[in-house]
């Protein structure tokens, strides 16, 4: 799990009396256990199309089949269970909470959750130590550097062990070094966890991560390249 397939899907977004199609009839595939990249210039597509495989949205018309399940008929109670159990979002500005510490950021989804004190502790160790932050577990997201905020922000997002991962230009505000290290936990990830990865990115670099590179333009899929 999970394997994604996407028909003809449209997304227009109506503002007033404007219209913007953001998609336009978008094909893709992701089979379980790929990383996959997607690229494309701004304005393309890219957010939306995470949005509505993550289920934050929904599409104007089209399918998105999720292990052989079209997202657009389940109810609004259904597709938050989709999310909440498939789905782990990484942002370009990490989505922290400002006030809460590495820890408590990672342990707010087991909270969420309603796990209990001692699975909460037991996975928070976990996984800060899966993303490097066992020593800077009690600092707030303002004492810490943008590349340790993006790796508490992967720990977020892989507390309920999501295995999905969907991530918005997740290198977008970082330093090389930094982005780097962030790619390469992606490709373990991928590699030793079993996450299906897909990774909006203008970084050239995630070419050496991922299975294929993905490139949309104007809503739809112009090609793809096979991973180097
Ligand atoms: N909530 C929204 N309301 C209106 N237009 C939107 C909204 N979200 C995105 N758009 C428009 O849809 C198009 C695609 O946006 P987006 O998916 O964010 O592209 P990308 O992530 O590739 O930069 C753009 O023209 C953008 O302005
Ligand atoms: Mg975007």
Known sequence: MPNIRTKDLIKVYR?????????????????????????????????????????IDRPTAGRIEVDGSNLVDFADGDLVKYRLAKVGFIFQFFNLV??????????????????????????????????GMTQRSSHRPDELSGGEQQRVAIGVALANDPPLLLADEPTGELDTKTGQE???????????????????????????????????????????????
């Open 98 to 131: 400002p006030t809460l510490t590495a820890e408590e950021n990672v342990e707010l989804p087991l909270r969420l959750a309603g796990r209990s004190p001692s699975i909460r502790a037991k996975r928070r160790k976990e996984l800060l130590e899966l993303v």
């Open 15 to 55: 503002t007033g009396k404007s219209e913007v199609i953001a998609l336009r009839g978008l094909d893709m595939h992701v089979a379980e256990g790929e990383l996959v990249a997607v690229q494309g210039p701004s304005g393309c597509g890219k957010t939306t199309l995470l949005n509505l495989i993550g289920g």
């Open 182 to 228: 962030v790619l390469d936990l992606f490709r373990r990830l991928n590699q030793e966890f079993k996450k299906t990865i897909v990774v909006v990115t203008h970084d050239a670099r995630v070419s050496h991560i991922a299975h294929r590179v993905l490139e949309i333009q104007d809503g739809k899929i112009l090609g793809e390249t096979a991973a180097a």
